[in-house]
Structure formats: structure tokens, C-alpha cells
């Protein structure tokens, strides 16, 4: 799955589930791929997409989201990695989990449509598919 499908099933999804101020950006423009306000809090959400690319490693593409989100990272915001849910990316993010958790990023991991979700809190690699995504961001 590529970048700009994560981004835009992503987007659909918190879309439809009345984030405000949604702001999708592409390849090329600056600033994270997903913009918006969680509607409960009135924090700003900020995530940042990655999709499979050719000749290039799940290692090398979680780096480069984990530098672009921690550009926009501060304690007043939400922060998310949005990848596909594939094996590679699975075993990249296993392996870095307890950094994940320590900084308070949330994981989305998308499939064919389906988003799940993976929070701060989790006590070990076990994704969700929650009820109302853009909720259990806005905690």
C-alpha cells in the first residue's frame, strides 16, 4: 500500500467521524500528511503517513516518518505514524514499541480500508480496530 492510500483512507475514516479542521496534504507539500482538531479536547491531531516504497526498507521509512513527526511534537498535541499493516512495518514497530510508548505516539496501522489503532498504553503489540478512531485519539 502506498502513501497516498494510507493518507487517504486515513483521512476518510476521521473524515466521516467529524474531525474538525481536516487538512490532507501529499507528497510534496509541507507539514504532516493529516491536520485537524480532535472535536471532544480541541487538540490539534498531527499525523504522519508512510506507505511501502520500492527498494526501500520498512526500517528506512519508519525513520523518516519518526523525524518528520518529531518536528511537530509538543506535549499540547496529538501525534501519529500512520503505515500500511504489513509484516515489515509490524516487525519495525515491534521492535521500537517501548520508544513509541515513552514519547506518546499513537499507531495507526492501515489495511484495505480498515484502520487499526495501537495507543501509548499498550502493554505489548496488540491493535484495535476501535469503534470511533478519532475517540480513543481525543483521550
Known amino acids: 500500500m502506498r502513501e497516498r492510500e494510507v493518507t487517504r483512507t486515513l483521512a476518510e475514516q476521521l473524515r466521516a467521524e467529524g474531525l474538525l479542521n481536516l487538512q490532507v496534504r501529499y507528497r510534496n507539500e509541507r507539514g504532516p500528511d493529516i491536520e485537524g482538531t480532535l472535536?471532544?479536547?480541541?487538540?490539534?491531531?498531527?499525523?504522519?503517513?508512510?506507505?511501502?516504497?520500492?527498494?526501500?526498507?520498512?526500517?528506512?521509512?519508519?525513520?523518516?516518518?519518526?523525524?518528520?513527526?518529531?518536528?511537530?511534537?509538543?506535549?499540547?498535541?496529538?501525534?501519529?505514524?500512520?503505515?500500511?499493516?504489513?509484516?515489515?512495518?509490524?516487525?519495525?514497530?515491534?521492535?521500537?514499541?517501548?520508544?513509541?510508548?515513552?514519547?506518546?505516539?499513537?499507531?495507526?496501522?492501515?489495511?484495505?480500508?480498515?484502520?487499526?489503532?495501537?495507543?501509548?498504553q499498550a502493554a505489548g503489540f496488540f491493535p484495535e480496530r476501535p469503534a470511533r478512531l478519532v475517540e480513543v485519539l481525543d483521550r
Request: a neutral charge; aromatic letters at 8%.
Open 39 to 120: 472535536p471532544r479536547s480541541g487538540r490539534i491531531l498531527y499525523v504522519e503517513a508512510k506507505g511501502e516504497r520500492t527498494n526501500v526498507s520498512e526500517r528506512v521509512i519508519m525513520g523518516e516518518a519518526l523525524l518528520q513527526i518529531l518536528s511537530h511534537y509538543d506535549r499540547d498535541v496529538v501525534c501519529a505514524l500512520a503505515v500500511p499493516y504489513t509484516s515489515g512495518f509490524e516487525s519495525v514497530l515491534r521492535n521500537i514499541l517501548p520508544g513509541l510508548r515513552r514519547l506518546g505516539l499513537h499507531v495507526l496501522l492501515v489495511s484495505e480500508g480498515e484502520v487499526w489503532y495501537l495507543g501509548p
